[in-house]
């Protein structure tokens, strides 16, 4: 399943569709039960042979223009919204480092609040990036190991992630030190889980934060130092594009900081997604 909270939602609303769920695997990937045919078969193979049954000059194309348009339209109102932001914002960071990645760049990206990040902000592109992620119930353990394993054969390599992930596997930084690996890894630093702030318990804030939010205080300037990585904390969006440009052309263990507040990150988010919400509604009215 996609990682989107918003497109399960409206996937689990066509309770008269026909969902076929194709797997590679043996098992039954249905967390909305929703499933009415399940495939075991490799995605490729089933799409390339879905395509050779498609009659293309036939399709009707209204259904396909209608999310083509509504895409068009979001991507500006979200473009819109950022360029107007001055703040260092976890948003506006997936969309600054779309432009400035490498074509044919790797980008790892942490769980919590970056995959879906990534997921809002990191919009269509004709450059060729590979985005990877370790998802499931232990998905923030081993990232950063997870990322310089792919150092090995991807290159150029990009890691992004929060503070807390960075610190769940911190010490897997020595195999950058001890196999001279390069990685350029951006950490958001909101000191703590930013993703709780999104659900129920926030509103509860008597053991919120060291139930929920957990913030650590570490240094990330210290932790890199222990791992002679080159660090830099970022001071504004200029800065951030410089540090990225300095970055693709620096070998070794590159470590970017970039510090944000967990409470003004809630409200930018919201604020983005009833801006989008918006324009749809007029569009369809």
């Known amino acids: 399943m996609p990682v989107s909270k918003f497109l399960s939602q409206y996937l689990e609303t066509l309770v008269d569709a026909r969902h076929i769920i194709i797997d590679p695997g043996s098992m039954w990937r249905d967390p909305i039960k929703a499933a009415t045919d399940m495939v075991h078969c490799d995605e490729t193979v089933f799409v390339e042979g879905l395509l050779a049954s498609v009659d293309q000059a036939q399709r009707d194309s209204e259904w396909y223009d209608q999310w083509q348009r509504l895409n068009r339209l979001s991507k500006t109102c979200m473009n819109q919204y950022l360029a107007a932001i001055e703040t260092l914002d976890e948003g506006k960071v997936v969309a600054q480092l779309q432009q400035h990645l490498p074509n044919e760049a790797a980008l790892y990206v942490g769980n919590s609040m970056p995959i879906r990040d990534i997921d809002t902000f990191f919009i269509q592109t004709n450059k060729q990036v590979r985005i990877v992620a370790n998802r499931g119930a232990n998905g923030i353990d081993g990232n950063i190991s997870t990322a310089l394993g792919m150092s090995v054969t991807q290159q150029p390599m990009y890691a992004l992630m929060g503070d807390v992930t960075f610190y769940h596997d911190m010490n897997g930084l020595l195999m950058a030190r001890t196999h001279q690996l390069n990685l350029t890894l951006i950490v958001i630093n909101n000191n ?52 990225l440009d300095r970055a693709e052309h620096h070998k070794g263990l590159n470590i970017i900081e970039v510090k944000t507040n967990r409470y003004e990150n809630v409200v930018t988010h919201r604020s983005v997604w009833d801006n989008i919400k918006a324009v749809i509604d007029h569009e369809l009215l």
Do not use: C, M
């Not at 509860?204 to 222990?226: M, Y």
């Not at 830099?232 to 540090?243: G, I, K, L, S």
């Open 192 to 243: 703590g889980g930013g993703i709780f702030s999104f659900l129920p318990q926030s509103e509860s804030p008597r053991h919120f934060e060291q139930l929920f939010g957990t913030p650590t205080d570490i240094s990330i300037e210290k932790a890199a130092n222990l791992y002679d990585a080159t660090y830099h904390a970022v001071q504004d969006w200029e800065d951030f594009q410089d540090t």
